[in-house]
């Protein structure tokens, strides 16, 4: 089992750049999450699907961040425009259903807007 | 709601004394708990976790953890640390049949040689 799997690891790009986070997660499981971690706010959950559906995308900071999940296989998180504050890591994690399995993350991406 | 309360941003301890670090969970229904760690640059690994079986809980790498109702807590513990525990830990909970965890803010683990 590979784990979770982001791409890239790193990302810097410029303000008003459109970038694009990928996320593979475990075969098998059935809820997607992602999370941005910067040292101000700590752990912040931004949208999860179960099932390839989103079902909370309230933590997603506003229009420019959108996200899907075409397939069981595949995730992405984009923002479009990007800027500064944007800077983060961003985490995906992937968990199986109910709640007491707990979630698998992957290694993040560390995102840096100049 | 569901929430979790860890007592401590910063906690250092002597290499060889006990770890304690504290979570208190706020939940309306019996939680599922887990603990997790985060080394440098990388993602969140599970340590442990409670769901609903023995209220003793043992991890990985020495950690374990117990599940006190009475108090609502379920904080971690080893009983010597090593140099490798330094790292930032967090706890979190979960409702059965909800997948979603709450974290909280994490706290931030230094051993002293």
């Known amino acids: 089992d590979a784990g979770v799997i982001q791409s890239p690891r790193h990302e810097v790009t410029e303000m008003g750049q459109e970038v694009t986070l990928r996320c593979k997660p475990i075969?098998?499981?059935?809820?997607l999450f992602w999370y941005r971690q910067t040292m101000m706010r700590g752990l912040e959950l931004l949208i999860y699907f179960n099932n390839n559906v989103p079902i909370d995308d309230s933590g997603m900071p506003e229009d420019r961040f959108s996200a899907k999940m075409p397939n069981a296989s595949f995730s992405t998180l984009k923002i479009q425009p990007s800027e500064p504050r944007d800077s983060a890591v961003y985490f995906c994690?992937?968990?199986?259903?109910?709640?007491?399995?707990?979630?698998?993350f992957g290694s993040g991406t560390r995102l840096t807007v100049v | 709601a569901q929430s979790v309360t860890q007592l401590g941003s910063h906690v250092s301890v002597s290499e060889g004394a006990l770890v304690l670090l504290r979570c208190n969970y706020s939940?309306?229904?019996?939680?599922?708990l887990f603990w997790y760690v985060q080394y440098p640059n990388q993602g969140l690994q599970l340590l442990l976790k409670?769901?609903?079986?023995?209220?003793l809980v043992k991890g990985i790498n020495g950690f374990e953890a117990e599940f006190k109702k009475s108090e609502t807590s379920f904080h971690l513990t080893k009983p010597s640390a090593h140099m490798s525990d330094a790292a930032e830990y967090f706890c979190?909970?979960?409702?059965?049949?909800?997948?979603?965890?709450?974290f909280g803010t994490g706290t931030r683990l230094t051993i002293i040689p």
């Open positions: 075969s098998g499981h059935n809820s």
């Open positions: 939940s309306s229904v019996p939680p599922y």
């Open positions: 409670y769901t609903s079986a023995a209220t």
């Open positions: 979190a909970v979960a409702n059965f049949g909800n997948e979603k965890l709450t």
């Open positions: 994690a992937s968990s199986a259903a109910q709640g007491g399995f707990g979630y698998t």
